[in-house]
C-alpha cells in the first residue's frame, strides 16, 4: 500500500499566557478523520505529571481583604520556596530558600491549611480563598515562534496530498476556536507550497522585467513579443543534452538554463537590431534583400562566439562526474546542447520571423517646397 506521510499536518497555538491546554479529542476538533485519504490522525503524545493546581476564587478573596496575588504567592513559596539570602561559608556561596516542610508539602490537606495573612493582622486557610488540587501538567512545553503549540499529524493514502492538505485547510478554517487559540497548516508540504509560490512570484515579476527590456531594446512590441516567445526555445537543446547525458536536473543544470538564455536573447536582440539598423539608417528596403544581408553580415561574429564558448566549456563536459565537478559538468553539458540549438534558433528562426512580423511602419514623404521663379523678359540690344 502506497501511503505518503504528512508530517506536522497543522499546530494548534495558544496563548502564553494560557495555562490549560485546550483539551478535546482531535477528531471532534478538527474533523480530519472524515476527511477522504486522511489515516491514523493522532495527537503529539505529551508526558505528563502530577502537579498542585491553585485557582484563586476571587470572591472569596475579596470576602476576607486579601489580594489574589498574595494568595499566589505565598502558595508559590510554600510549594516551591523563595530566596531570603545567601549563606558565605569557606568562599562558597549558599543561597538561603524558605519552603514549606516536606511532609507538609506532600499532603494535599496540609496545602489547604495553609494559613494566609490577611490585611487586618488575621489568617484565613487556603482552602477557603481557592481551589487546590492535583492535575495533571505537561513535562515539555513545545513552542512554535513564541506560542505553544501542539502537533496533530496524519499520513495520506490514496489521494495526491495536495488535495488532502487544501481540505485540512478549508476544514480548520472553519472551525471557531476560543480567544488567542488558532490551528494552521504546517510542516515540509506547507513550507515547499510557500517556496513555490515565491518562486512563481519571482518568475512571473522576471518575465515582465524580461518583456519591457525586449521592449526597450527593439522599440516595438510586436518584435518584442515575438522575441519573448520564441527565445525560450532555444533552451530545447538543454533539455536534450541532459536526457543523452543522464543526468537530472540540478543547481548546476539550472545555471546552465539561465546562461543559454541570456546568451541566445543577447544574439537574437543583436541581430534584430542590426536589421533595423539597415532599414532605418542605410536605407535597405524591407523584404528578402535586407534578411539576407543582415544575416550575413551577423552570421560569423554569432557562430564564433558560440563555437568559442562551447569549446571552453568542453573540457569540463567531457570530464565526467568527478569529485569536485558536481556543478560544472551538468552546467556545462547543459550549456553546450544549448548553445547548438540557440545558433540554429537565430540563424534560420528568427529572420523567418522579422520578415514576417517586423516590418517598419512607412514615413509619411515630407512635403516639397514649391518655388516660383518669375519669367525675365531679355532685354533687345539698341
Avoid at 330 to 341: E, H, K, R, S, Y
Wanted: glycine fraction near 8%; include cysteine; hydrophobic fraction near 50%.
Amino acid at each position: 500500500m502506497n501511503r505518503k506521510s504528512l508530517p506536522d499536518l497543522f499546530h494548534r497555538r495558544e496563548h502564553e499566557h494560557e495555562v490549560r491546554w485546550f483539551d478535546i479529542p482531535v477528531d471532534n476538533i478538527f474533523g480530519v478523520s472524515g476527511i477522504e485519504g486522511v489515516v491514523n490522525p493522532r495527537t503529539q503524545a505529551q508526558p505528563m505529571e502530577p502537579s498542585l493546581d491553585v485557582r484563586v476564587d476571587l470572591r472569596a478573596a475579596d470576602r476576607y481583604g486579601i489580594a489574589p496575588g498574595d494568595v499566589r504567592r505565598t502558595a508559590a513559596a510554600f510549594m516551591s520556596g523563595i530566596g531570603v539570602g545567601s549563606l558565605f561559608e569557606q568562599q562558597k556561596v549558599f543561597d538561603v530558600v524558605v519552603w514549606g516542610t516536606p511532609d507538609t508539602r506532600n499532603s494535599l490537606n496540609s496545602v489547604q491549611d495553609l494559613l494566609i495573612d490577611t490585611r487586618s493582622g488575621g489568617h484565613v486557610r487556603l482552602g477557603k480563598v481557592a481551589d487546590v488540587a492535583i492535575a495533571s501538567t505537561p513535562t515539555v512545553i513545545r513552542h512554535q515562534d513564541i506560542s505553544r503549540s501542539l502537533d496533530v499529524t496524519a499520513d495520506v493514502d490514496g489521494r495526491d496530498v495536495g488535495a488532502v492538505a487544501e481540505d485540512v485547510r478549508n476544514a480548520i478554517g472553519q472551525i471557531a476556536f476560543p480567544l488567542e487559540y488558532h490551528a494552521e497548516l504546517v510542516g515540509d508540504f506547507a513550507e515547499r507550497q510557500a517556496a513555490d509560490r515565491r518562486a512563481l512570484e519571482v518568475a512571473i515579476a522576471a518575465a515582465i522585467g524580461i518583456f519591457l527590456l525586449l521592449q526597450a531594446a527593439l522599440g516595438s512590441w510586436r518584435l518584442a513579443a515575438v522575441s519573448f516567445l520564441v527565445l525560450p526555445l532555444a533552451m530545447a537543446g538543454c533539455v536534450l543534452a541532459l536526457a543523452v547525458a543522464r543526468l537530472d536536473v540540478s543547481l548546476g543544470s539550472a545555471a546552465g538554463f539561465v546562461t543559454v538564455f541570456a546568451i541566445s536573447m543577447r544574439a537574437g536582440i543583436t541581430l534584430l537590431r542590426h536589421y533595423q539598423h539597415l532599414e532605418r539608417d542605410e536605407g535597405v528596403a524591407f523584404g528578402e534583400a535586407l534578411i539576407q544581408r543582415g544575416s550575413r553580415e551577423r552570421c560569423i561574429p554569432i557562430v564564433a562566439s558560440a563555437v568559442a564558448s562551447g569549446l571552453a566549456l568542453l573540457p569540463f563536459a567531457l570530464s565526467g562526474s568527478v569529485a569536485g565537478q558536481e556543478i560544472t559538468h551538468p552546467m556545462a553539458i547543459t550549456i553546450i546542447g544549448g548553445l547548438i540549438t540557440s545558433t540554429l534558433l537565430v540563424l534560420f528562426v528568427l529572420p523567418s520571423l522579422y520578415l514576417r512580423f517586423g516590418s517598419m511602419p512607412a514615413a509619411e514623404p515630407a512635403p516639397t517646397a514649391v518655388v516660383v521663379v518669375p519669367e525675365i523678359e531679355p532685354v533687345s540690344e539698341s
